[in-house]
């Protein structure tokens, strides 16, 4: 496993299997061993390492979970609540049964292609409706957001020339991007890219209710033509009208990864991801960082699109910021990992593909306000960050079993949902699950400030259940509750 692959580990969430399968979600936290965290009292000075302190307060209770699937992989990859309490997941599916079933099929047996898919909850957790969406290619959905009206907007790729999604583009993937009702009824669809694989993987509303979306392109022509897309593509940053047209695009270098995006109340932009060493210019590295290493990054973009400032953090491993928010007064809240045994984010990794988990604060211009970095010596990550009351930050991740505030007998790796203070500090956290392969992706805070993490799990009641398919996904869901400000 390379430093990238330990980094961008997408971690696993786990539910409540219907048809009868065991109940696996634990909330207990362990009290043994517990060291509190040292905040950063200089800004510019890097964060002290330390292992999990013991949360200040007990986890919310479980208000409601479902796993959702059939014969092939179904998955959840982003989760967007609205005011009236309804949460909407998306994501995608292989199969042919089960509540995410696909709309369209390739005649004459079983195909590997996907159709994107929305599924909403009610606020008691009902399954409101669940629909796919596609044509004759695989499509699927990363990310999706509520506007203002209530309408839902999501982003992700399409491959089909017919059906919901007509790609004007040929070879590869297209970023697609798709407005709905609340009801899940298609206003518009629209791709853009080029002569190769274009793709959106995050989204995030503006005031003016236009959509920013992030992804990758391989072109070097089209809508976001790229100078030198490199292996491993160029990221864009793209803002698309109400309406559904391109009203600018930014495209920085090869060697760099931006993975979220968040947009603050003065419709400023801000995007997160890594950069390796030699990648986009525009990111100057104040620690003169090795050149074998990987750096995190946060870029500000103007409301039309210019860049305002990019930066680069961290020191001589892996650093890499999977998740951003924007605070009310400008500050930008990101998490992710370090496998720097230096500069801005020292890791207690005891080697260099285990990184330990980053939670930071910069204020509005870039410089760093705080840091915290968590951690036991073994892979530690936070890959999905939202925004609570009182600023709090809410964020779904990976940990080490065997020491710290989520722990149990097994030794192995443990999934959780962490919050944060304003400061850094743990207040709670919940262990999720016990056997297994889980994989959280997304979380999202309710009007009365629950939680919501989605992604996928397999277990292995429910692969018994599907007569010889294993190692299936499905598509999770689970909400905590009593947490009203």
Request: with cysteine.
């Amino acid at each position: 496993m390379n430093r990238r692959q330990v980094i961008s580990l997408v971690v696993a969430i786990v539910v409540v299997v219907g048809g009868g399968a065991a109940f696996l979600i634990g909330w207990g936290v362990a009290a043994a061993n517990h060291q509190t965290a040292v905040a950063v009292s200089n800004p510019a000075s890097s964060a002290t390492p330390t292992p999990f302190p013991l949360p200040s307060a007990a986890a919310p209770p479980l208000a409601w979970q479902h796993q959702l699937g059939g014969a092939a992989d179904d998955v959840f990859n982003s989760v967007a609540t609205a005011p009236d309490g309804h949460v909407f997941a998306a994501g995608y599916t292989a199969s042919d049964d089960g509540p995410l079933a696909r709309a369209y099929k390739v005649d004459g047996g079983e195909d590997p292609l996907t159709d994107a898919v929305i599924a909403s909850f009610a606020p008691d957790g009902a399954l409101d409706w669940a629909r796919a969406y596609g044509g004759s290619g695989s499509d699927s959905f990363g990310s999706l957001v509520v506007a203002a009206n209530g309408d839902i907007v999501a982003v992700g790729r399409t491959n089909s020339t017919g059906g919901d999604f007509a790609s004007g583009f040929t070879p590869g993937h297209t970023a697609l991007v798709v407005r709905l009702t609340a009801a899940g009824q298609i206003i518009w669809a629209k791709t853009f890219g080029g002569s190769k694989s274009t793709w959106f993987d995050a989204a995030a509303v503006a005031p003016d209710g236009g959509i920013v979306a992030v992804g990758t392109t391989f072109s070097t022509d089209g809508d976001f033509p790229s100078d030198n897309p490199g292996p491993n593509g160029a990221p864009v940053v793209a803002k698309i009208t109400a309406s559904g047209s391109l009203a600018w695009a930014k495209v920085f270098d090869d060697a760099t990864s931006l993975s979220s995006v968040s947009v603050a109340g003065d419709g400023s932009i801000v995007a997160c991801g890594s950069v390796a060493s030699g990648g986009d210019s525009a990111f100057a590295d104040p620690n003169g960082a090795a050149a074998s290493s990987t750096g995190a990054v946060v870029a500000k973009l103007s409301p039309d699109g210019s860049v305002m400032w990019a930066r680069t953090y961290g020191g001589s491993g892996y650093d890499g910021f999977n998740s951003v928010g924007t605070l009310a007064d400008g500050s930008i809240a990101v998490v992710g990992g370090t496998t720097s045994p230096d500069g801005d984010f020292p890791s207690m990794a005891a080697d260099s593909d285990a990184p330990s988990i980053v939670v930071s604060e910069l204020d509005a211009s870039g410089s760093i306000k705080w840091a915290k970095v968590y951690g036991n010596g073994n892979v530690s990550s936070l890959n999905a960050l939202a925004l609570g009351a009182d600023d709090e930050l809410i964020a779904t991740g990976w940990v080490d079993r065997t020491v710290g505030a989520v722990s149990t007998a097994t030794g192995q790796g443990q999934a959780v949902i962490i919050a944060f203070d304003d400061a850094g500090n743990m207040t709670w956290a919940a262990p999720i699950g016990n056997t297994g392969d889980y994989q959280p992706s997304s979380v999202a805070v309710t009007a009365d400030n629950n939680v919501v993490v989605v992604g996928t799990t397999t277990l292995v009641d429910r692969n018994l259940s599907r007569g010889g398919h294993t190692n299936m996904y499905d598509a999770a869901i689970v909400e905590l509750g009593a947490r009203k400000p």
